[in-house]
């Protein structure tokens, strides 16, 4: 079946600098990549997705990029600010179960002021 | 209004017992999720319904039933709990049953157990 992995588990950087966290997927015929953030306390919501037909998409200061052949995709956060602290998980969607999405690890995310 | 709403909040409760969690939705989604988030922050699906029907049903322990009397609720009863039950439940909502909607998360509701 799908696996989805996330990396890295935990990330930190300084404020106001770049994030990226990556995630890869194993099933070819995946064809929706969200990306959801989980701030404490509350439920995931979604940032920003992106589609198999489109390479990058890009949101102010988030974007998410998919390379369909190495089977990655990507998010990025530039001028990173102290909000942008919380838990972003990637998933995708898997063709065996009727395209429901199969979730990533999570990775928690640190801006340091 | 909270598009997803979730009661209670949180539940503490003792070995053995049975306790309900129950999710209502006003974004007239079609469809509606119960996921477990344990300790390490995996997030696992749990069960789907779609216009009432169970339509998404992992590998949970019979234990835990899920019942949508009208597609605007879900809720999550859980029977006889145990120490490994402790949790958060987060119930979710999607326009319709494709994996490539968006889901709307309600707050959550973390259960403890003693």
């Known amino acids: 079946g799908e696996n989805v992995e996330q990396h890295p588990s935990t990330l930190s950087v300084q404020e106001g600098d770049s994030a990226v966290i990556k995630c890869t997927y194993s099933d070819s015929a995946s064809n929706y990549f969200p990306w959801y953030k989980q701030e404490l306390g509350k439920g995931p919501q979604l940032i920003i997705d992106i589609r198999s037909n489109v390479g990058e998409k890009k949101d102010q200061r988030i974007a998410v990029t998919l390379n369909k052949t190495a089977k990655h995709f990507s998010l990025h956060i530039t001028e990173t600010q102290p909000e942008d602290s919380a838990v972003y998980f990637c998933a995708a969607t898997q063709k065996d179960s009727n395209y429901q999405l199969i979730w990533g690890a999570g990775t928690k995310l640190i801006i340091k002021p | 209004d909270t598009a997803v709403s979730q009661t209670p909040k949180y539940l503490v409760t003792q070995m053995g017992n049975d306790k309900s969690i129950k999710c209502e939705q006003n974004?007239?989604?079609?469809?509606m999720y119960w996921y477990k988030q344990d300790s390490k922050k995996f997030l696992k699906i749990m069960f789907s319904?779609?216009?009432?029907?169970?339509?998404i049903n992992e590998t949970v322990p019979n234990r835990f039933s899920p019942k949508s009397p009208d597609k605007a609720h879900l809720n999550l009863h859980i029977n006889s709990l145990e120490l490994g039950d402790s949790a958060v439940y987060f119930c979710?909502?999607?326009?319709?049953?494709?994996?490539?909607?968006?889901?709307?998360f309600g707050a959550g509701s973390r259960l403890t157990v003693l």
């Open positions: 979710a909502s999607s326009l319709t049953r494709s994996g490539a909607n968006v889901l709307t």
């Open positions: 974004l007239g989604h079609d469809t």
């Open positions: 319904y779609n216009n009432k029907e169970l339509i």
